[in-house]
């Protein structure tokens, strides 16, 4: 019988682009209002990529420094896995992009789970690492949104932000912090059309017609995305909890999707907000990369208590979600 191997966290990395775009920027495009969109959001701000970046160079820049963090080299790294629904292109996968650039060895394919991107990405680097089949895995969550908005849009336009976040993960005998104790993911495709992008693949190849009628840009439909969200977010946050208590926990990292969502999600769970990590304010919804930048950011800020829990949740598109259990 094979051992399993406990997996961990052995460093975090995170990277935003520096052009900040503020509410005052749709308003004067759009019929919206900075009170508006914080009202309905919580989002005051978000950062979009420069004209010559692509989200692998957001990735490469998240990876170096999760490497410094670890203090470990790129040829390191055995397995590079991206989370992301905005590669640099259709092919080859992001990842190899970041192999390549980072001098890592072995393996590189991207996974394509939307929001719950990086879960996806951080079950596989912790499955890989478990099984023995490989001993250090890169797992990124990097999106560049503002390259799939419609601006005439102002339900979606206003909430997608750029940014890439990283952890490498090793045997926790390794790095001795930030075990991964569960995974779980999951999917419903009932309700797939809820966060679409309706042309661009093999159903609806790009014309001039698509292009015009802009079938590239990503559309949601808000309500029903709430009512899955504050659901899933409870649910997933009560699996992962599940044998342990509210004092155990010293760090609840959720998809900074909407503030609403996760304050309703609070409510219904009876906690309140002094354990969650929120970042919306600052980037808006960074789809798969929210949950690492805010990971990283609450690390670095000392947030995560040695010999506690940290949980990360996600949901998203397809409809997708995930959750993760960690004691740091």
């Known amino acids: 019988m094979t051992t399993r191997v406990r997996a961990g966290i052995a460093g975090t990395g995170s990277?935003?682009?520096?052009?900040?775009?503020?509410?005052?920027?749709?308003?004067?495009?759009l019929d919206t209002s900075n009170e508006w969109i914080v009202q309905r959001t919580g989002i005051e701000r978000r950062r979009y990529a420069a004209d010559d970046q692509a989200t692998s160079d957001l990735c490469i820049l998240a990876a170096r420094r999760a490497l410094e963090s670890a203090n470990l080299r790129g040829e390191d790294i055995d397995l590079v896995v991206v989370g992301t629904v905005s590669p640099d292109h259709h092919l080859p996968a992001c990842a190899v992009l970041v192999q390549k650039a980072i001098g890592a060895k072995g393996a590189a394919f991207d996974v394509v789970a939307a929001c719950?991107?990086?879960?996806?990405?951080?079950?596989?680097?912790?499955?890989?690492?478990a099984s023995g089949r490989a001993q250090r895995v890169l797992a990124i969550g990097a999106e560049t949104l503002s390259r799939h908005?419609?601006?005439?849009?102002?339900?979606?336009?206003?909430l997608f932000g750029d940014g890439a976040g990283a952890v490498i993960v090793t045997a926790h005998d390794e790095c001795r912090q930030g075990e991964i104790l569960r995974c779980t993911l999951g999917a419903d495709g009932d309700g797939y059309r809820f966060i679409h992008m309706v042309s661009g693949g093999s159903r609806s190849p790009p014309t001039h017609q698509s292009i015009d009628a802009k079938e590239h840009a990503i559309r949601v439909q808000g309500r029903e995305v709430y009512r899955f969200a504050v659901q899933r977010m409870v649910d997933c946050i009560q699996e992962m909890m599940e044998g342990y208590t509210y004092d155990d926990l010293c760090l609840l990292v959720p998809h900074q999707?909407?503030?609403?969502?996760?304050?309703?999600?609070?409510?219904r769970l009876g906690w309140t907000d002094e354990k969650v990590m929120v970042n919306i304010q600052e980037y808006g919804n960074?789809?798969?990369?929210?949950?690492?930048?805010?990971?990283?950011?609450?690390?670095?800020?000392?947030?995560?208590?040695?010999?506690?829990?940290?949980?990360?949740?996600?949901?998203?598109?397809?409809?997708?979600?995930?959750?993760s259990l960690l004691r740091w």
């Open 116 to 129: 719950t991107g990086f879960l996806a990405a951080l079950a596989t680097a912790e499955a890989f690492v």
């Open 149 to 158: 908005i419609d601006l005439t849009d102002r339900t979606s336009s206003i």
């Open 286 to 323: 960074t789809s798969a990369a929210s949950v690492p930048i805010a990971l990283d950011e609450a690390v670095r800020a000392g947030r995560a208590k040695k010999g506690q829990l940290v949980v990360l949740v996600a949901f998203g598109a397809g409809l997708t979600w995930g959750g």
């Open 257 to 267: 999707v909407n503030r609403r969502i996760i304050d309703a999600s609070l409510e």
């Open 15 to 29: 990277y935003v682009p520096e052009r900040v775009v503020p509410n005052s920027w749709f308003a004067e495009r």
